[in-house]
Structures are given as C-alpha cells and as structure tokens.
C-alpha cells in the first residue's frame, strides 16, 4: 500500500500562497492522491483529488510530479481559516479505504 | 447537503460498560468506515463496510465490533469499554472511487 510522507507542521502569512509537499514515492500507476483539512474538533473535509494531470477547484490546487512520486497542494491566498491540518492520502488500489498519515498542521499567520 | 451524522458529539462512559457509536449517511454510499484519532497517531481504520451485513476489520479492531443492518447506519460497538478506547471517533462513507465524507466526530471519555 503506498503510504505518504509530509512534514509535521508549516507556517504561512495571511494573503500569500501556502505550499504543501507529499511525497508518496511507491504510488501505483491506477492510484489517486487524495487531500483533506481537519480544522481543529471537526471532521475531515475533502480538498481535491487527482492521478496525474494538475488539477484546480475553488478551494485549492494539486500539483502531481510527472513521476507520480510527490504533489504539492497549493492554496492560492491563505485566510486564518485555513489554519488546519492536512492530510495528503493515497487510495489503496482496488478498495476503498484511505490510509491518513499525521498530516501537515499548517498555521496562518495574520 | 449531503450529510454523515453521528449521534453523540461528546459521550462519558464508564470502565466496562457496554457503548454504542451511531453513525447515519443519507447519501446511498455503500461503503462506511469507522476511524480513530489520538494525538500524534493520525486517524486509524477501526472497521470498514462495503454494504448491508457485511463488515471487514481494519488496522485495531481490537476491542470493537461493527453492526449494520441498513445501508444508511453503521454502528461501532465497544463490548466493554476502557480507558485506553478514550479518543475521538470519526465514521466516513463513501461511494466507490469518490472521496470521503466524515462526520462530525465523537469524543469518548471512558473513566
């Protein structure tokens, strides 16, 4: 099962882009990178997901190397609310189960 | 909205008592998971479900059962619960190959 890797925590000031790195160097060709945020007491929420073409949506955008082996979430203009963590997954091949990993605590500041 | 609802959003139970985690999606998803959360351990998959009766383990089953009789309930069960079961609990379902839904999750204290 390929398994992610990211560092424990990351700062951004307010207004600027904040870039998070994954990387998951033993994905398989048929897996997706998944990410979700979990602001703090709540649920996780889903970001984005792609397999290898860069993909953007309101919230954020993915960056997925040509090799697969690593992606960047990017979120374009970071507000205090995207103090969270967040989670880089890969789905496991033919199931449905995500494995999380401890995640990226980003923290905004103002 | 779609929406993944868990019953209790705090619960306090004692050592050895018999507790039950409630979790309803009103989304059709076939599958339903149930996860952990403790500090510095990430979430880890308690037990999973890919449709009605059915259920598989996860990666700490121990301690826990699953129940799921509807396709829309899936119930996490402690047989007797300790201290160390004391976390938060998050249920998640899902349609194949889509992303996740959580819920709100359930901080369990077991004293």
């Known amino acids: 099962d390929a398994k992610t890797t990211q560092p424990p925590s990351m700062d951004c000031a307010e207004g600027r882009a904040a870039n998070l790195p994954c990387n998951h160097s033993t994905i398989s060709g048929n897996e997706y990178v998944y990410w979700y945020r979990q602001i703090h007491s709540q649920g996780p929420q889903y970001i984005i997901h792609g397999l290898k073409n860069n993909e953007t949506n309101e919230m954020a955008s993915l960056i997925i190397t040509e090799d697969r082996k690593s992606s960047t979430l990017i979120l374009p203009h970071a507000t205090l609310r995207d103090t969270a963590v967040y989670y880089c997954?890969?789905?496991?091949?033919?199931?449905?189960?995500?494995?999380f990993g401890t995640g990226t605590s980003l923290t905004v500041i103002p | 909205d779609v929406k993944v609802t868990q019953s209790s959003r705090y619960l306090v139970k004692r050592t050895g008592e018999k507790v039950f985690l409630e979790c309803v999606q009103d989304?059709?998803?076939?599958?339903m998971f149930w996860y952990r959360q403790d500090p510095g351990l990430g979430l880890r998959l308690i037990y999973f479900?890919?449709?009605?009766?059915?259920?598989e383990k996860g990666d700490i089953p121990e301690g826990y059962s699953v129940s799921r009789e509807k396709k829309e309930r899936f119930s996490l069960i402690l047989e007797s619960a300790s201290t160390n079961q004391t976390s938060m609990y998050l249920c998640?379902?899902?349609?194949?190959?889509?992303?996740?839904?959580f819920g709100s999750g359930t901080r369990l204290t077991v004293v």
């Open positions: 997954i890969v789905r496991v091949a033919r199931s449905d189960q995500f494995y």
């Open positions: 989304m059709d998803h076939e599958n």
């Open positions: 479900s890919y449709d009605v009766k059915m259920k």
């Open positions: 998640a379902s899902s349609l194949w190959n889509y992303g996740y839904t």
